[in-house]
């Protein structure tokens, strides 16, 4: 089992619709970070969290360190928002990012 | 400043071929990245650089040298690569570690025939 998961692999959606996706994680962890990357290949890092809330924009991170559980949540999504968005944890014991396996998401006009 | 840039774009290269990739930022940050990411896959981390120095080494073939000139500059050296090679390689930095967020450069898409 890895130890970071995410869930959906795969995300349709219509434009203006909410999203959420979600982490999960089973190692002990500092921090928490949300990464994006567009088809061409380059990596925007969207938040690091370590605890609580984090907004931007339309995007809103979460975390829950009792729960191992990370979301993103698109509030208005649209069609430029179509990436793989990647949770990638830092672990406490070893400061080694473990990377998630992505969500791909596609938002259609 | 907060870009990360990386040079060449694209390669092909030979399996014979020596050549390099690099990656430049002027964020004054002391901790730099290397990442292989294949197709469809996350990032797998090959090597970080902290304050110039090699401070983790993931078990990387030797046909991959990397070297960090100065704060700024970090080389990955190629030579004599499979076709398994062909990923894309991605640079990153932070400010001291991987404790902070790292920024990312666009990458260099590999191919290695």
């Known amino acids: 089992k890895n130890e970071v998961e995410q869930s959906p692999q795969n995300l349709t959606a219509q434009e203006g619709e909410f999203i959420t996706i979600n982490c999960s994680y089973s190692?002990?962890?500092?921090?928490l970070h949300w990464l994006q990357q567009h088809p061409g290949g380059g990596i925007v890092s969207l938040f690091m969290?370590?605890?609580g809330k984090k907004k931007h924009g339309r995007l809103i991170a979460t975390i829950n360190i009792q729960e191992k559980h990370s979301s993103l949540h698109i509030t208005v999504s649209h069609p430029r928002d179509s990436a793989v968005y990647i949770c990638?944890?830092?672990?406490?014991?070893?400061?080694?990012?473990?990377f998630g396996p992505g969500t791909s998401l596609s938002v259609i006009p | 400043d907060t870009e990360v840039t990386q040079t060449p774009k694209h390669l092909v290269m030979g399996m014979t071929n020596k050549k390099s990739l690099k990656c430049e930022q002027h964020?004054?940050?002391?901790?730099m990245y290397w990442y292989k990411q294949k197709a469809k896959k996350p990032p797998e981390l090959m090597f970080v650089?902290?304050?110039?120095?090699?401070?983790i080494n993931e078990s990387v073939p030797s046909r991959f040298s990397p070297e960090c000139p100065n704060s700024s500059l970090l080389n990955l050296h190629l030579h004599a690569l499979q076709p398994e090679d062909s990923a894309l390689y991605l640079c990153?930095?932070?400010?001291?570690?991987?404790?902070?967020?790292?920024?990312f450069g666009p990458g260099t898409r590999l191919l290695v025939l």
């Open positions: 650089y902290s304050y110039e120095k090699l401070s």
């Open positions: 969290l370590s605890s």
């Open positions: 190692v002990g962890i500092s921090a």
């Open positions: 990153a930095s932070s400010q001291e570690s991987e404790a902070e967020t790292q920024y």
């Open positions: 964020m004054g940050h002391r901790a």
């Open positions: 990638a944890a830092l672990k406490t014991s070893y400061d080694k990012v473990i």
